[in-house]
């Protein structure tokens, strides 16, 4: 697995993650399909796994899975906060560390700037006491590229998340070049356009040039065309399926494309 490094420490990432929006809600007490897709993960070179507040029960699934599975040690735990108020705040990451099970949580987000300049004093304070290695925003919407610039600039930011695809190209025209310029890591988030561009590609072959960057499936022409953009740490794509897992991680493996390829995959979506 190709891996990038987070800009402000130099520690390395693996170029594949996984999401966990909508796929992770499911019942934490029911028998879990999802603990092959989390042991295949760890097992193909993957650490970071983003959740949230928001995702249901999508963090208490990571929590329970990561502690019986004896993965903790092996995963980049992301999440979010997601609330107003400063005590609110404080009050939704103990929830976020019980639910997840960890003494240290790796990444907290301040999910789609909610609140977003109260929350980031609270990060900076949990961090200097060890609880959180990494703070970082997040949004999924190019509206909100105005103000993520903003903060770009003004704030000292380990990780951004934003949606970036080949739906969705936007952020490349000013603020992965910014978190570049900035020494912000970048998190993808909706890669796949949260499922979309399967049903643009539905019904067409893949390209004969792909497999110049060794893309064998349209997920990995998506997360390679992703993840070969050199702003991007790591791409966050969610599945709830074992053969979607191995087919997604294998775009960290191989030959990534260059610009010149990147173009013509964009001109096929
Ligand atoms: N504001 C925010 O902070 C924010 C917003 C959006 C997302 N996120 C984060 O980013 C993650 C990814 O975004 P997303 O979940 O919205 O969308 P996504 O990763 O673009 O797409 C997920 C969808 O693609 C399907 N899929 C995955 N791998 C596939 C494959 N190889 N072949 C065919 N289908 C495949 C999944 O279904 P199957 O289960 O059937 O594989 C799922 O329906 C989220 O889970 C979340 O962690 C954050």
Request: some cysteine.
């Amino acid at each position: 697995m190709l891996s990038r490094a987070i800009p402000s420490s130099g520690e390395k990432l693996p170029v594949i993650g996984l999401g966990t929006y909508a796929v992770f809600d499911v019942d934490p007490a029911g028998e879990s399909p999802l603990a092959p897709v989390l042991s295949e993960f760890v097992k193909l070179g993957g650490r970071a796994v983003d959740s949230s507040p928001m995702y249901g029960r999508a963090e208490q699934v990571v929590g329970d899975l990561s502690s019986t599975l004896k993965l903790r040690d092996s995963l980049f735990l992301a999440t979010k906060v997601w609330t107003r108020g400063k005590e609110a705040g404080v009050q939704s990451m103990e929830r976020s560390f019980a639910r997840m099970q960890t003494k240290r949580i790796d990444l907290m987000q301040v999910h789609n700037l909610v609140d977003v300049q109260t929350h980031l004093a609270s990060l900076r304070e949990w961090k200097e006491q060890g609880r959180i290695r990494y703070i970082g925003i997040t949004h999924y919407n190019s509206s909100s590229y105005p103000e993520i610039e903003r903060l770009l600039r003004s704030e000292r930011l380990d990780f951004l998340q934003i949606n970036y695809s080949l739906g969705e190209r936007e952020a490349e025209q000013r603020v992965l070049p910014l978190a570049q310029e900035r020494g912000v890591a970048v998190l993808i988030n909706r890669p796949f356009g949260a499922g979309d561009l399967f049903a643009q590609i539905r019904g067409k072959p893949l390209p004969d040039f792909a497999r110049e960057c060794d893309c064998t499936s349209w997920a990995q022409f998506m997360l390679k065309w992703i993840v070969a953009h050199p702003a991007v740490t790591c791409a966050i794509p969610a599945t709830s399926k074992l053969h979607h897992l191995r087919d997604n991680m294998r775009a960290g493996v191989g030959r990534l494309p260059d610009p010149a390829m990147r173009r013509r995959m964009a001109e096929v979506i």
